[in-house]
């Protein structure tokens, strides 16, 4: 007993794709790429939100509270996925595993929280566009996503500790690139119904609850649409709300299925390549989904481009 103890404190070994030695230097190179990208992009958002008055409303300020997510959760995953994949070395401390998947559940959770509030500031804007400078106030913003960022740890405070004080009978290989839920989950060498159950019932809150809001949401903005008369009207309120669309579409199409399923039936090959999607593709093209569909986003990025060439 003592030496498993002992051994728990010692790390862990991510397999990752060490399995496909062909494949860790084209990875490298993709996931590299995709986290310059992601930095980039948001940080892009990040400063137009802060440097163009124009974009000082409710929803770019949930944009901006986006992609510092998107930020820091590639940067809790990504340095140490690159480490792992450039080198022979793939070993990560008990403590950096801890660490890292505090991390990545405490922001998937923020993430799915703040994707319904944004959802309800399009509510806000399209079903009641006379009063949504009084409904969208700053105060509620800064509550809403305090909501969001507390609700997403909060969740990871329960369920991180829970995974990591699993027995493991000195098992150390985590058959994933990363340390994460399903993964460390699949590793333990006692009945983890329990635990399953009690990740199901918090995912209700965190996952379930947020896109029944979202969908509830656009419900309301679908019939609102369908009720404008003029064709540029109803253009104007797709293009309002079809990149947020998008956005959740890619996240939770991916959350649900590595997150709602038993662990008896999940691949990790399947694992592997889902959460290399959601990891580095959906915060490197977020960005990228409003920045091509908003109109207000090209004029402020031309705008300070602009004084930045009259400077020079």
Not at 88 to 98: E, N, Q, R, V
Not at 116 to 125: E, H, K
């Amino acid at each position: 007993m003592e030496k498993d103890n002992t051994s728990s404190f010692e790390g862990f070994f991510l397999v990752g794709f060490s399995d496909r030695p062909h494949l860790e230097l084209i990875l490298f190179v993709v996931v590299l790429s995709f986290y310059l990208l992601t930095l980039l992009g948001n940080m892009t958002i990040i400063l137009l939100s802060a440097l163009d008055s124009r974009l000082h409303t409710p929803m770019y300020f949930f944009l901006a509270n986006l992609s510092f997510l998107d930020m820091c959760f590639t940067t809790g995953s990504i340095p140490q996925m690159l480490y792992n994949l450039w080198g022979p070395d793939k070993t990560i401390s008990y403590l950096g595993c801890a660490i890292q998947l505090y991390f990545v559940l405490a922001l998937g959770g923020v993430e799915c929280v703040l994707l319904a509030v944004m959802a309800y500031d399009r509510y806000a804007a399209v079903c009641k566009p006379l009063h949504y400078t009084v409904i969208m106030h700053p105060r509620l913003c800064g509550q809403l996503a305090s909501v969001a960022w507390l609700s997403g740890f909060s969740n990871s405070l329960i369920m991180a500790p829970q995974t990591l004080m699993l027995p493991r009978c000195g098992h150390m290989r985590v058959d994933h690139f990363l340390c994460e839920m399903p993964a460390l989950i699949g590793m333990a060498c006692v009945d983890t119904m329990t635990l399953q159950a009690l990740a199901f019932a918090l995912a209700i809150f965190i996952i379930l609850a947020p896109l029944f809001l979202i969908l509830i949401s656009y419900g309301y903005i679908a019939g609102a649409v369908f009720r404008i008369k003029s064709a540029a009207g109803r253009k104007k309120a797709f293009n309002t709300c079809s990149s947020h669309l998008i956005v959740v579409s890619l996240f939770y199409g991916t959350i649900i299925y590595m997150y709602l399923q038993p662990a008896n039936t999940y691949s990790q090959d399947q694992g592997k390549f889902l959460t290399l999607f959601y990891t580095i593709v959906t915060p490197s093209v977020n960005p990228l989904i409003y920045t091509l569909r908003n109109k207000d986003v090209k004029e402020a990025m031309k705008k300070v481009l602009g004084k930045g060439s009259a400077e020079a």
